[in-house]
């Protein structure tokens, strides 16, 4: 159940109208890393988590409604930029202040312009946001279908990079306003992407193991070559050497990768190096976490009758114990 409250989250606020930058400040509202794109990810990720992570049930339908609140002050701050458009769209006559600008062949292809990189301003909504990127492309549930796949950690992990996107696209776009006020909510947009990437980096971190996403481990034969797959110089570092991340097991840098595959038998005959996981090993946690995810999941979610909301489950939890007392 949402409840809409008419006051923005944040105070948006506009010194002067300017369509240029609201044609840019689209990309935030109807792009691929918009605010629209992000609330409908995270909205759409939280049914999957409701019964086994009811904690990131909360967590994913609380930011996708601030999102959805994001979403309204960037619509609501692309409208003040766009003060004017849609009065002189309805003034047909010659002397309404666009007719005015257009004296001249230069002012007339300019509009044209304009209306070409942004035509949803001119002769769709008239000065008003719409669905689209900056580019005038329609919002696509094809930014996001991949996003939820019934697996938290990989979604969270998706989630960590959209936000960083986000925060980057916000941080390009206060290069190009000069407004106080714009600058004020974007700098505080930009904000919340940050607290967003650390509280889905923190909920992440709660379910163990995490890593890799999913239940079947990685074949320990191939989980840490290196290969270098490229000419000149060859640059290392500890994506290359040392221990890996999250296995803990030590890179093995391939100088000569196509020496290398003919010598193992295109790599059928690569034995595990560098590593104390062992085939046996890997069945045996692929078993046993299997099992102990299916049980998890089955737990939080039985066969049967179900009902969403948990308040009436529990009363009705009550009324079910009350009638076997009676009987």
Do not use: C
Not at 6 to 14: G, M, T, Y
Not at 195 to 217: C, D, V
Not at 245 to 259: A, R, V
């Amino acid at each position: 159940m949402f409840y809409h409250v008419k006051e923005l989250q944040f105070n948006a606020r506009v010194s002067k109208p300017d369509p240029a930058f609201a044609t840019l400040l689209l990309e935030q509202f109807g792009g691929a890393n918009g605010e629209l794109a992000a609330a409908l990810r995270y909205f759409v990720q939280a049914f999957g988590a409701k019964n086994p992570y009811p904690d990131k049930y909360d967590l994913l339908m609380d930011i996708a409604t601030e999102e959805f609140s994001h979403l309204e002050i960037v619509g609501a701050t692309i409208q003040m930029l766009l003060t004017g458009i849609n009065g002189d769209l309805k003034d047909a006559a010659e002397n309404s202040e666009i007719m005015q600008l257009l004296n001249g062949k230069a002012a007339k292809e300019t509009f044209i312009h304009q209306a070409m990189v942004a035509p949803q301003f001119f002769v769709s909504t008239g000065g008003g946001p719409a669905y689209t990127n900056s580019q005038g492309v329609p919002w696509t549930a094809a930014y996001i279908n991949g996003d939820a796949n019934g697996e938290l950690t990989a979604d969270l992990r998706s989630d960590i990079a959209a936000e960083s996107r986000a925060k980057m696209i916000y941080e390009y776009l206060l290069q190009f306003t000069n407004d106080p006020y714009v600058k004020e909510t974007l700098r505080f947009l930009m904000s919340r992407e940050v607290a967003h990437f650390q509280m889905f980096e923190a909920a992440l971190e709660t379910i163990k193991p995490n890593f890799p996403p999913g239940t079947l481990q990685g074949d320990p034969r191939y989980s840490n070559l290196y290969f270098n797959l490229s000419t000149g110089n060859s640059v290392r570092g500890p994506w290359n050497q040392g221990e890996s991340t999250q296995l803990g097991e030590t890179f093995q840098y391939i100088e000569d990768p196509i020496k290398h595959v003919l010598a193992t038998n295109s790599l059928l005959d690569q034995q595990p190096a560098g590593t104390d996981r062992t085939e046996k090993k890997v069945q045996q946690m692929n078993e046993e976490l299997g099992e102990a995810k299916s049980k998890f999941v089955k737990e939080s979610a039985p066969m049967g009758p179900q009902q969403w909301n948990e308040a009436l489950i529990a009363e009705d939890l009550k009324d079910e114990k009350a009638t076997k007392l009676r009987k």
